[in-house]
T-cell receptor
Framework: EAQVTQNPRYLITVTGKKLTVTCSQN?????MSWYRQDPGLGLRQIYY???????DKGDVPEGYKVSRKEKRNFPLILESPSPNQTSLYFC????????????FGSGTRLTVV | AQKVTQAQTEISVVEKEDVTLDCVYE???????LFWYKQPPSGELVFLIR??????QNEISGRYSWNFQKSTSSFNFTITASQVVDSAVYFC???????????FGAGTRLTVKP
């Protein structure tokens, strides 16, 4: 089944403790992206990657890192999480230019206390 | 710059009422896609529809219909005879053909009361 898999689905952590949210897609998509969703703000893009070893900042990149060492994986790294990073996170992938939208993962609900 | 505006933050209706969710977008691209997603309380994003900017035909799928009007840059979503299961947050989104970036509106929370 074609899908984007995020792990974990839920995570509660403490301020400053490094964490990684994994994202993997099995569709050989070139384009991958991370979004965060906050009430009243919709989904905002954190980082995106147009291919292996090519990443770029989205609208809200501060406090996040990503890497794209292989086509299928695009982990989101929070080196020193803070409470304002408490949010619902979505990973997404697509074929690329003109693909007309993303396939989204199921989401990761992160709470930083 | 691309922008999607969903002016209705929350809507509450009684079951069987019709309801329209508004979406207005801004883009300089000539080729783009418009989307609607549903987010039920469980949190996942459920794809509802994708529209190419060249195709202005309205679409109907069961109780759902979409009205795409390029002249007013709007892509409104109507639910006919609403049901309690339609209660969710609905997002309108815009994607450029060239860079595939996807911009979302802030969402409209629809509550359908029995």
């Amino acid at each position: 089944e074609a899908q984007v898999t995020q792990n974990p689905r839920y995570l509660i952590t403490v301020t400053g403790k490094k964490l990684t949210v994994t994202c993997s897609q099995n569709m050989n998509h070139e384009y991958m992206s991370w979004y965060r969703q906050d009430p009243g703000l919709g989904l905002r893009q954190i980082y995106y990657s147009m291919n292996v070893e090519v990443t770029d900042k989205g609208d809200v990149p501060e406090g996040y890192k990503v890497s794209r060492k292989e086509k299928r994986n695009f982990p989101l790294i929070l080196e020193s999480p803070s409470p304002n990073q408490t949010s619902l996170y979505f990973c997404a992938s697509s074929l690329g230019q003109g693909a007309g939208g993303y396939t989204f993962g199921s989401g990761t609900r992160l709470t930083v206390v | 710059a691309q922008k999607v505006t969903q002016a209705q933050t929350e809507i509450s209706v009684v079951e069987k009422e019709d309801v329209t969710l508004d979406c207005v977008y801004e883009t300089r691209d000539t080729t783009y896609y418009l989307f609607w997603y549903k987010q039920p309380p469980s949190g996942e994003l459920v794809f509802l529809i994708r529209r190419n900017s060249f195709d202005e035909q309205n679409e109907i799928s069961g109780r759902y219909s979409w009205n795409f009007q390029k002249s007013t840059s709007s892509f409104n979503f109507t639910i006919t005879a609403s049901q309690v299961v339609d209660s969710a947050v609905y997002f309108c989104a815009l994607s450029s053909y060239n860079n595939n970036d996807m911009r979302f509106g802030a969402g409209t929370r629809l509550t359908v009361k029995p």
